[in-house]
């Protein structure tokens, strides 16, 4: 089954309002005819809106970077589901690995993170991805089977269907190091088995599996080219519209 490409750029912690509307406009001018991969940009939350002006009626698709799974309430700091969707968010970016190491995030709280997002129409990113020390030590096997398995723990496959798993070897991330295209493809079909056990194989073969960690122009075409590589979640080279513009052409 071919799946269509998907690129995606995380904006983590970086552009105020006026440089989000900027990068978000230069995006547009670019790429915002695109239709034969699908673009998304996941800006801060406070630049959601206004990047949203900005994206809406062009090829380019909204994504946040987190959301929590309560609905509304006393939980200082946080952004729910609705409020996501009511700033015209398509894509929530779930367990990424800086949510996984500073901000105590679990398998348990990122499956009750894409329940929520499912249920209420957002599209999950879910990253998953080992510890330099983890591969090393034989151990990234077991901590991928885990994520994976943690996240989609209850999902049926309508749900799964919905989903993009996003491969992000922890190693690679903003360090200029990226996995080889055959790394990153080995991996893939690592995950993509594990989806077929839990679900089954037509949908391991429907579901995409994006790479990420240091993608950028100058290797995406190698990693693209992948058999089972369908796509980038980019950090550092999202940030200018050129690169990641670089990133979409051999797309
Ligand atoms: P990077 O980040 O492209 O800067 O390595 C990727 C990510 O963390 O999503």
């Given amino acids: 089954m071919a799946r269509k490409i998907f690129i995606a750029g995380n904006w983590k912690m970086n552009t105020n309002l006026e440089e989000a509307r ?4 230069s995006i547009v001018d670019v790429l915002g005819n695109t239709t034969d991969v ?64 500073y901000f105590g995030e679990t398998d348990e709280t990122v499956n009750k993170k894409v329940k929520a997002a499912l249920s209420s129409g957002l599209l999950p990113i879910i990253c998953v991805g080992e510890t330099l020390e983890e591969r090393k030590s034989g151990k990234m096997d077991s901590v991928i089977d885990r994520q994976v398995k943690g996240a989609f723990e209850g999902l049926s496959s309508d749900d799964a269907l919905k989903c993009t798993i996003a491969y992000e070897p922890i190693w690679a991330i903003g360090t200029g190091e990226t996995a080889t295209p055959q790394q990153a493809n080995d991996v893939h079909k690592f ?18 599996i994006q790479y990420g960690g240091s993608m950028k122009p100058d290797n995406a075409k ?19 519209a050129s690169s990641f513009a670089g990133i979409v052409n051999p797309a």
């Fill in 191 to 208: 995950i993509r088995n594990i989806i077929s056990q839990i679900f089954s194989e037509e949908i391991a073969q429907a579901i995409r």
């Fill in 38 to 101: 699908d673009i998304a940009v996941c800006p801060p939350y406070t630049n959601l809106s206004a990047v949203n002006d900005i994206i809406k009626g062009s090829a380019i698709k909204l994504g946040a970077q987190d959301v929590y799974w309560e609905e509304s309430g006393a939980f200082t700091g946080k952004v729910s589901c609705d409020m996501l969707k009511s700033a015209g968010v398509t894509y929530v970016i779930i367990g990424h690995s800086e949510q996984r190491t």
């Fill in 222 to 240: 190698a990693l693209l080219e992948q058999s089972d590589v369908d796509g980038g979640l980019i950090g550092g080279a999202a940030l200018k």
């Fill in 22 to 25: 900027a990068l978000s406009q």
